[in-house]
Structures are given as C-alpha cells and as structure tokens.
C-alpha cells in the first residue's frame, strides 16, 4: 500500500510502510529509480528515503495531475529491485579518532575490542543519504551497542568519523556539528564534488567496516583560506565583504538523493530581476548580501543592477538607483549603508559573477564549503572573474521588484498544509494561523528559528527521517516550529506541519532576525494562480 501526499505547491511524497526494514527501503528505492525512468518534463529531483519517494517539480512546466499519474505508474509496476555495489571502507577505530569508543563499550558492559568486533562483523545496508553531502545512513547496528546520541551535540565532527546512533551507523563526510557516538574514523573520501558520482555510497549499496591499524597522523592543520583569484578578463575586488556575501545561483538541484541542499539565491525574484536587468540568464551568479553589504572594487567597466533589500547601495558616493542597471566605470568602488529594508540583497553584473560550477551550479553551500568562492561567503582580498560582457537587454528605467517586500516589521505567509499535518492535534493549522511568530537571531540561510506560542504534536508518536521541503514548517518536540530555506537539510526528522508556497518564499527571504510571520492557509490553485502572475511580472521587461 502506498499513499502520496502533496508538500507544498511544488512537491509531493509517496508513502510506503512506515517501518525501516531493507525490503520496504528496496521498494522505495525501486520506485524513485521508475520515476527517473519516466522522464517526466519539469522533474527537478526524485529522493528516496528510508520508507518513501519525494519527487520536486516545477509547478510551471508539470502538471500535480500528472506527477501523481507517473508516481503512481512507478509504484505499481513490477518492482526492479538493481543490487547494490558492496563498499569496504577501513576504520581505525579508538585513540583520538574514536573518542567515544569507552562510552560505547561502558553502555553494552563490553570490552572495546568486543565493540569493535561487533560493530566491524555485519554487512550494513545504505537505506539513504542526507544531513550532509554524502552523508550515508546505515543500519542496522548489532543491538547491544545501539548507544543512543550524546545528551549534547558536539560543535565540531572531524570528516570521517565513523558513529553509531541506536540502531544507525554512519560516516561523516565533513567537518559538522553532530551528536552521534564516534568511535573511529576512516580516511576514505566519502564525498568529493570533482568526481562522478560525487557520493561514494548509494541508496540500496552494501558497506563493510574493515579494521585497520593507524596509517596516519589524524591530527588537523587548520589553514587560513586563501583569497579567491581569477584570470578572468574582467572582475571585481572585495574590499570589505560585509556581513555574509555569497555567490548564488538559482540551486544545485539534481543532487539531492545524494545529500546535496539545492542552496541557490534565497530570494530567486530578486535574483532574476537583478539578472533580467543587465541582460543576463535567469541562471547567471549574482552576489547575495545579507543585511550589511560589502564594499567592493569595479576592476573593468560593466554595469550592474541590484534588487531585492535596499541596503543603501552607493557608487563613488552617488545613490545607486534600485531595480535599475547602471554603467559602472573601472576603479569605481561600490559601497552599502543605511538598510531601508528587506534583508538580502542581489548584485548582478553584466556576464554574471564567474566562479567554477561546481555539481553544474556556481551556487554557496558554505556548511559544506561547495560553490562559490572556494565554497565560503566572501573575505576581503578575492577577486571575482565576470563573464564576457553583454549587451542589457531589461528595462532601462526602474521597475518595481516582482514580490512585494515586507517594509512593516513583518509579512503573512500563506501556505498548504505539509505531508505530516496528521502528526498534530486537529487544531494544529488554526493554532498556526492565529499566532504571530518572531524570527530569532538564530536564524540562517537553512533555517528561521521562530517563537511564538508552541505548536503541540500527538503525543507518543514519532516521525522516521524523511524528505524535507524549502517552505516548510518543522516543529521539533519543543513547539517552537523551524522555517526551512535554501540552504535547509534533505532529510530530517521532524514532522512538516505546512508548507509555504512557492509565490512568497521570496518574501520569506527578506524578513530578518526580529521581524514576525503570521501564516494563513491557502489552497493550490491559490498558490498557482500567485506564482503565474509573479512569473508574468518577471516576464514583462521591456
């Protein structure tokens, strides 16, 4: 049996047995493998997890009807189960790469090399990846040491730290913060966005811990990040690059089965326009500053527009119009003071912001360090290459922005109700809908921190890692419900109470730390008819 849900206006999920067992996750593996299959025109991304299938598309090009109809298609057919490869990855397990290898043991009341025997003697199935690029969740770890998480999460995992939490295994594939119990680590590249395919490990693949004596030193030589250089013809210099300044496209999509966030611009109306403007691709690089903007050298002559927040934008001293191109002369330096309002910014040249695509995006995901400059916000002294100047092609007068930005403190947001609303009281949506919630300072480009009154969920029931969804509203156990954006997980396991529509993520995008949300629930066509006419808007350029 299997049951498809919407999430949100551009995604739904396909629901199988909600157990963690290798057949059902053989299944859902099957079926996201059909999809692909189908080819559908407008499918951005098709994701399996432990007991389901997320399938993202572009509301625009695919129709709901459609999507379903194709879905379906691949759940009824006759399951093509593909044998996974089997991987063998060495572990050093203890000394400093194992830090937690005594609490294990002190846990199952084995000795250490009784853990490391049980933990190295089974073969362990990879049921999916997320929580970071290549980030592989394997299971199932032998009963007796199922340590739970630490009681709190480290700042700092080293890449390659092999852990257990319960009955999970995994290799962290980066440097993060994580809670699981680290009992070795292994120097084998799990993840490496130069090769093909980027991720070392599958969905439905076979992994073997193999012991192995210490071959090198595991102690870290943190190095300062070198200015980003180019040999572009053209280019600008960051002189100060503000508060959080990124390169960003409109996402990485395509790579999330293998843990990789889309990132991209988190306010893609604002992205466009500035691109539309100097008469680029929707899809060129802009930067993306965040509520302080840098300062930053015009190297070449080009020109430049900038939409989205007004930060305050001068050139040479001289105001910088909004929403409108401007001829910027070499040696012309480009400053941002006094924010009006909105929160992030969009700085686009004539021939886009030039930096290696990484995954075929030049998109910023700094947690992973991917895209962009040497995959980090901007440091003073990097140099951005340009591409080869065009000729604009926008209006050469000032427009208004395609969203409507919040210049009150705050902004409603509508949305559809998420797949896992049955997770909460019946009340849930009129709970969310009547109460105005804060953006907290610790809010970012994965998530907004919201506090208000406490959303409950239905007691004793909880959720088994699934897809996560841009838009949506997760409420961990708490009640203080977590606004996913760009940079937001692919997986998680909090349920989805809602989602916002796609037509006001942008507006979503400029609301800072401070500012208050109110949510109201809309329905599809709603939330199509609001995305046509904003796309319509973005379309009406002269």
Known sequence: MATIREAGDSAVILELEPVIRPDINARAIAIANAMRDDALAGIRDVVSTYRSVAVY?????????????SLERAAEAPAAFAEGDTIEIPVEYGNQGGPDLADVAAFARKREDEVIALHSGRDYHVFMLGFLPGFAYLGTVDSSIAAPRRPSPRPRVAAGSVGIAGAQT????????????????????????ARWPAALLTAGDTVRFVPASQ?????????KPAPHATTASRSISVVDPGLFTTVQDLGRWGHQASGVPISGAMDWIAHRTANALVGNDPAA???????????LR??????????????????DGARVP???????????ILRFSNRTFGARAYIAFDGGVDVPRVLASRSTHALSRMGGASGRTLLPGDRLGLGPSNQPVGRRRPIADAAVYPRHGGAVLRVIPGPQHDYFPPDALDRLQRTRFIVTPQSNRMGYRLQGEAIPRLPDREMISDAAFTGAIQVPSSGEPILLMADRQTTGGYPQLAVVITADLAIAAQLAPGDWIEFRVCSRAEALSALVAQEARLLAFD
């Open 215 to 223: 071959q090198r030193t595991l102690e870290t030589t943190l190095v």
């Open 57 to 69: 598309f572009d509301p625009l090009i695919a129709d709901l009807r459609d999507v379903v109809a």
């Open 298 to 315: 015009i190297e070449q002559r080009t020109t430049l527009a900038i939409a989205g927040a007004d930060l305050g934008a001068t050139l």
């Open 322 to 332: 909004h929403c409108a191109p401007l001829s910027c002369p070499t040696g012309s």
């Open 170 to 193: 995994a290799v962290y594939p980066s440097d993060s913060p994580g809670g699981w119990q680290i009992i070795g680590r292994t120097f084998t590249r799990m993840f490496d966005a």
């Open 285 to 295: 690089a802009t930067l993306e500053a965040t509520l302080a903007g840098p300062k």
